[in-house]
Protein backbone atom coordinates (compact mmCIF):
# COMPACT_ATOMS: atom_id res chain seq x y z
CA UNK A 1 0.00 0.00 0.00
CA UNK A 2 1.32 3.58 -0.97
CA UNK A 3 0.89 6.39 1.50
CA UNK A 4 1.69 9.78 1.03
CA UNK A 5 1.09 12.36 3.89
CA UNK A 6 1.43 15.78 3.19
CA UNK A 7 2.26 18.46 6.26
CA UNK A 8 3.17 22.11 7.03
CA UNK A 9 0.92 24.28 4.89
CA UNK A 10 -0.59 27.18 6.56
CA UNK A 11 -1.49 30.64 5.93
CA UNK A 12 1.84 33.42 5.80
CA UNK A 13 2.65 36.63 4.68
CA UNK A 14 3.61 37.76 1.49
CA UNK A 15 7.82 37.41 1.49
CA UNK A 16 7.50 34.59 4.01
CA UNK A 17 8.54 30.94 3.89
CA UNK A 18 6.99 27.29 4.31
CA UNK A 19 8.26 24.06 4.37
CA UNK A 20 5.96 21.19 3.37
CA UNK A 21 6.67 17.46 3.95
CA UNK A 22 5.67 14.70 2.81
CA UNK A 23 5.77 11.15 4.60
CA UNK A 24 5.81 8.09 2.36
CA UNK A 25 5.26 4.99 2.27
CA UNK A 26 5.09 1.87 0.37
CA UNK A 27 7.32 0.18 -2.01
CA UNK A 28 10.32 1.61 -3.70
CA UNK A 29 8.99 0.76 -6.72
CA UNK A 30 6.25 3.27 -6.50
CA UNK A 31 8.03 5.69 -5.76
CA UNK A 32 10.86 6.23 -7.69
CA UNK A 33 9.52 9.47 -8.67
CA UNK A 34 8.02 11.82 -6.51
CA UNK A 35 6.96 15.38 -6.43
CA UNK A 36 5.45 18.84 -5.31
CA UNK A 37 1.76 19.88 -7.17
CA UNK A 38 -0.18 22.38 -6.50
CA UNK A 39 -4.30 23.59 -7.35
CA UNK A 40 -5.00 27.46 -7.01
CA UNK A 41 -9.01 28.16 -6.66
CA UNK A 42 -10.34 28.15 -10.08
CA UNK A 43 -7.40 26.34 -11.64
CA UNK A 44 -5.88 22.96 -12.88
CA UNK A 45 -3.64 21.23 -10.41
CA UNK A 46 0.17 22.00 -11.78
CA UNK A 47 3.39 20.23 -11.28
CA UNK A 48 5.47 22.86 -8.59
CA UNK A 49 8.60 20.30 -8.68
CA UNK A 50 9.88 16.86 -8.88
CA UNK A 51 12.52 14.84 -8.61
CA UNK A 52 13.61 11.50 -9.71
CA UNK A 53 15.64 8.34 -7.89
CA UNK A 54 18.88 9.92 -9.14
CA UNK A 55 18.15 12.82 -7.64
CA UNK A 56 17.42 15.11 -10.51
CA UNK A 57 15.09 18.00 -10.48
CA UNK A 58 12.58 20.02 -12.49
CA UNK A 59 10.52 23.11 -11.53
CA UNK A 60 8.48 25.07 -13.11
CA UNK A 61 9.19 28.14 -14.18
CA UNK A 62 6.90 30.72 -11.60
CA UNK A 63 9.23 28.63 -8.52
CA UNK A 64 12.57 28.29 -10.03
CA UNK A 65 14.94 30.38 -7.69
CA UNK A 66 12.65 30.25 -4.49
CA UNK A 67 11.65 26.83 -4.35
CA UNK A 68 13.62 24.10 -3.40
CA UNK A 69 12.61 20.00 -3.48
CA UNK A 70 14.64 17.55 -1.67
CA UNK A 71 14.03 14.24 -0.37
CA UNK A 72 15.30 11.76 3.17
CA UNK A 73 15.65 8.61 1.66
CA UNK A 74 16.61 7.01 4.94
CA UNK A 75 13.44 8.79 6.84
CA UNK A 76 11.20 8.00 3.15
CA UNK A 77 10.47 11.94 3.64
CA UNK A 78 9.53 14.24 0.68
CA UNK A 79 10.35 18.51 1.37
CA UNK A 80 9.27 21.54 -0.47
CA UNK A 81 11.21 24.47 0.71
CA UNK A 82 9.22 27.51 -0.16
CA UNK A 83 10.91 31.08 0.27
CA UNK A 84 10.10 34.47 -1.34
CA UNK A 85 6.09 33.48 -1.05
CA UNK A 86 3.96 35.20 -3.45
CA UNK A 87 -0.28 35.10 -2.78
CA UNK A 88 0.00 33.19 -6.19
CA UNK A 89 1.82 30.73 -4.49
CA UNK A 90 -1.63 29.72 -2.89
CA UNK A 91 -3.16 27.02 -3.31
CA UNK A 92 -4.00 22.91 -2.09
CA UNK A 93 -0.30 21.39 -2.29
CA UNK A 94 -0.21 17.67 -2.93
CA UNK A 95 2.55 15.20 -2.76
CA UNK A 96 2.75 12.44 -5.02
CA UNK A 97 4.87 9.47 -6.55
CA UNK A 98 4.82 7.10 -9.60
CA UNK A 99 7.06 4.29 -10.39
CA UNK A 100 8.81 4.64 -14.22
CA UNK A 101 12.02 5.46 -15.83
CA UNK A 102 13.85 8.43 -14.49
CA UNK A 103 12.22 10.00 -18.16
CA UNK A 104 8.67 9.40 -16.83
CA UNK A 105 9.34 11.72 -13.73
CA UNK A 106 8.76 14.85 -15.99
CA UNK A 107 4.97 13.53 -16.91
CA UNK A 108 2.49 15.23 -14.85
CA UNK A 109 0.53 11.26 -14.48
CA UNK A 110 1.27 10.56 -11.17
CA UNK A 111 0.11 7.18 -9.92
CA UNK A 112 -0.72 7.93 -5.95
CA UNK A 113 -1.13 11.11 -4.32
CA UNK A 114 -1.32 12.59 -1.19
CA UNK A 115 -4.29 14.57 0.52
CA UNK A 116 -2.83 17.15 0.09
CA UNK A 117 -2.15 20.54 2.52
CA UNK A 118 -3.22 23.93 1.79
CA UNK A 119 -0.82 26.82 1.69
CA UNK A 120 -2.62 30.57 1.70
CA UNK A 121 -0.32 33.59 1.28
CA UNK A 122 -1.67 37.04 1.85
CA UNK A 123 -0.67 40.44 0.63
Known amino acids: QVRLVESGGGPVQAGGSLRLSCAAS????????MGWFRQAPGKEREAVARMSLGGATNYTDSVKGRFTISKDNAENALYLQMNSLKPEDTGLYYC?????????????????WGQGTPVTVSS
Open 96 to 112: ASRSGAATACWRDDYQY
Open 26 to 33: GPLYTRLC
